[in-house]
């Protein structure tokens, strides 16, 4: 019966190793992360089944075919998880480094077990006690325990920097799945370790590897019950490579067991319990890691010093020259958001932090930074605070500190309702505004998922207050280094302009020509011809160019009236009509009437359909619609066309100079921008290549 337990053990650990990866794979099987995971998981229990049969085994060559296979399942074990720890909370190229990696690793794992197979275990065969037998390692099996003890330490490293590199909820998110995985191959750095010390498999300490699978397996429950999904994205700092805990603890317990083995040949000669001893090394160095992880530990231990010490719970001084050091060298807003954000989410132990930016009309929160809340779904956030506004007006009204519990806004309700999957739990509590200037540029929000559990105190609220205050600034800097930029675009385009007068010049010359030619040539059939089409094609020129040279004006003056946007969209599209190639499809439902420059407004219209009649080519379809959403009204321009690329909508689109047209100069939408945004209106674009585009403009009714 005895003999029987560790078998039980293997198959209850490989069951469990079943049903995790089928779980995972049922909620997300387009995932790569997820797909590895699985496999791996699936390699654990295939390990441990062929660990439970070898235990039945009663003749020495028996014993060693089973354990051939263990050891094969072990080196593709190792290939499989060195692979997802690069791919687990990365981006984009450590992914595909992730999957080169396996073919490497797995197929010279397959390689080199085909061609030392039969040399992998050499000498004799002892059998310690029932059922437990000391199998001699030959060369190839030595190297194949270095190879799973290298791959061992390489997986801890590339997950610690995962969790040294998260922050806040997406930290809170991984860490019990870190742990987990840590767990199973520091059992392994301690097993392989034991092997190559002695040159000997010990069958006997297999069940290790089947308890700590059932012990990680519960871990790696809890984190999924948390957050459902292994996709999470960690981008990796410079520094976190360097002082790895890993590494340390790992060339610790190895020194460590080294020392014992010394003194177990050398001064203890009658012990021989240096496994036992050495195991206890190696959970002492495990409890010291996940200590040192715990964020809860290092709260307690700052206000056990505030207490009895009496020393406040920060240093502003070591906050502020730490907040420095992260955000001087910063000049995009995203990347300034985000290391405050983390910054606030490190200083008071509040794992979601997100930043929230301010558009130009005062109407907008869009997500700039964040420790919980992915960047990808800001546009999604956007579209879900239609209440914007209200709680904006709010804020700048009372820049401080406020509890949401206290006073109840619904845009926080909104953005919660559209993010469930990060609601879920933990809810939005706090918000500050950011003033600086006197210009309002934003709100810092922060969730009720404090370490501790503990509100905030007067304390955090001051240090709160004193960052928010810097990110303000910052924000500020970089709006007006915006700003300035922009302004020498203009600038630039009014010196383009001199070589359109120069272009004019020519034109001009060329008419001037022909119009002297003319009365001595006039007879002349073929002369006449050539003259008409001279002047015809001289003037459509100067007609395109004068009306491009008309948007190269960077103050636009408008002359309101009150006018009915519908009457005004179905005007300028009968003008279209008869020259349009495209389908035409207009969605003209009535709408308040707005103050609003109908000439301007008209131009706006005209460069949107004209372009979108460009992007399909002449074959496809143009839908225009008539919008109203509570104070504002506008149009939406939409099309099948060729569409455009996210990269260019960001970095390119309203800029001068930038176009998608090969003959094209830019000028058309940054000067439908500029009309637009003299309205203090909005103009939003989404497009999708080979897709289409829609363009919608949102203008205020007053």
Not at 482 to 497: C, K, N, P
Not at 574 to 592: H, I, Q, R, S
Request: charged share 20%.
């Amino acid at each position: 019966m005895l003999i029987l337990a560790p078998a039980v053990l293997s198959f209850v650990a490989a069951y469990f190793s079943f049903i995790i990866a089928a779980a995972l794979l049922f909620r997300d099987r387009r995932s790569y992360v997820h797909w590895l995971f699985a496999i791996g998981m699936i390699l654990f229990a295939g390990e441990e089944i062929l660990r439970a049969l070898s235990y039945g085994a009663v003749l020495p060559e028996d014993v060693i075919s089973w354990q051939k296979r263990v050891m094969a399942s072990s080196a593709l074990i190792s290939a499989v998880w060195v692979a997802f720890s690069l791919g687990y909370g990365r981006v984009g190229s450590h992914t595909f480094l992730g999957k080169w990696t396996l073919l490497g690793l797995t197929g010279s794992s397959v390689t080199f077990l085909g061609i030392f197979r039969k040399t992998l275990f050499a000498g004799p065969v002892f059998l310690r006690d029932a059922g437990r037998w000391s199998i001699s390692l030959g060369s190839p099996g030595r190297a194949l325990q270095l190879f799973v003890l290298v791959a061992a330490v390489v997986i801890l490293f590339n997950l610690e920097r995962t969790v040294r590199s998260s922050t806040g909820r997406i930290r809170w998110q991984v860490k019990f799945m870190v742990l987990g995985i840590a767990g199973l191959f520091a059992v392994r750095i301690y097993l392989a370790s034991q092997s190559l010390l002695f040159s000997a498999i010990d069958t006997g300490l297999g069940s290790i590897n089947a308890v700590g699978l059932i012990a990680a397996n519960l871990l790696f429950s809890f984190s999924l019950f948390r957050s459902r999904s292994l996709n999470v994205d960690v981008y990796l700092s410079r520094t976190a490579i360097q002082n790895s805990l890993t590494l340390i603890l790992v060339a610790i317990y190895l020194l460590t067991v080294g020392v014992l083995a010394r003194l177990t040949r050398d001064v203890l000669p009658g012990k021989s319990a240096l496994p036992l001893d050495a195991f206890f090394v190696f959970l002492a160095l495990t409890a010291l890691g996940v200590l040192l992880l715990s964020n809860r530990l290092r709260l307690k231990l700052r206000q056990f010093v505030t207490r009895h010490f009496s020393r406040p719970i920060y240093d502003y001084r070591n906050v502020w020259m730490q907040l420095t050091e992260r955000t001087t060298s910063l000049l995009d807003v995203e990347q300034l958001s985000a290391a405050i954000s983390k910054m606030v989410s490190e200083s008071l132990g509040v794992l979601s932090v997100s930043v929230w930016l301010v558009d130009d009309t005062q109407q907008r929160l869009t997500l700039a930074g964040s420790t919980a809340l992915p960047q990808a779904r800001a546009k999604e956030f956007e579209i879900a605070g239609k209440s914007s506004p209200e709680f904006i007006r709010h804020m700048r009204q009372h820049p401080g500190p406020i509890d949401l519990q206290e006073k109840v806004f619904e845009w926080p309700k909104e953005i919660m309702g559209a993010a469930t999957d990060f609601f879920r739990e933990f809810t939005m509590r706090y918000a500050i505004g950011l003033v600086a200037g006197g210009e309002f540029v934003g709100i810092v929000t922060l969730n009720d998922d404090r370490v501790g559990y503990e509100e905030l105190s007067g304390e955090d609220f001051v240090l709160l207050e004193t960052l928010a205050a810097q990110l303000a600034a910052g924000l500020l800097n970089l709006k007006l280094s915006a700003r300035l930029r922009q302004a020498g675009e203009v600038e630039a385009f009014q010196t383009v302009s001199t070589f359109f007068v120069h272009d004019l010049k020519n034109l001009a010359s060329r008419l001037s020509l022909t119009m002297e030619n003319l009365p001595e040539h006039f007879d002349d059939p073929q002369f006449r011809a050539d003259a008409l089409r001279v002047m015809s094609g001289s003037l459509a020129k100067i007609d395109s160019m004068c009306g491009r040279l008309s948007m190269l004006k960077q103050n636009i003056e408008l002359k309101v009236s009150e006018c009915d946007l519908k009457q005004l969209v179905a005007a300028t599209l009968d003008e279209f009509k008869p020259n349009l190639k495209a389908t035409l499809e207009p969605d003209l439902k009535p709408v308040p009437n707005a103050l609003i420059d109908s000439e301007q407004i008209q131009k706006v219209l005209t460069n949107l359909v004209m372009n979108a009649n460009e992007a399909v080519n002449g074959h496809g379809v143009i839908q225009v619609a008539t919008v109203h959403e509570g104070d504002t009204v506008g149009f939406a321009v939409r099309d099948n066309g060729c569409g455009m690329s996210e990269e260019f909508i960001e970095k390119s689109l309203f800029r001068p100079f930038q176009t998608t047209k090969k003959k094209g100069l830019g000028i058309g939408l940054f000067h439908t921008k500029l009309i637009v945004e003299a309205h203090r209106g909005n103009i939003e674009v989404s497009s999708k290549p080979g897709k289409g585009t829609e363009f919608r403009v949102v203008l205020p009714l007053a």
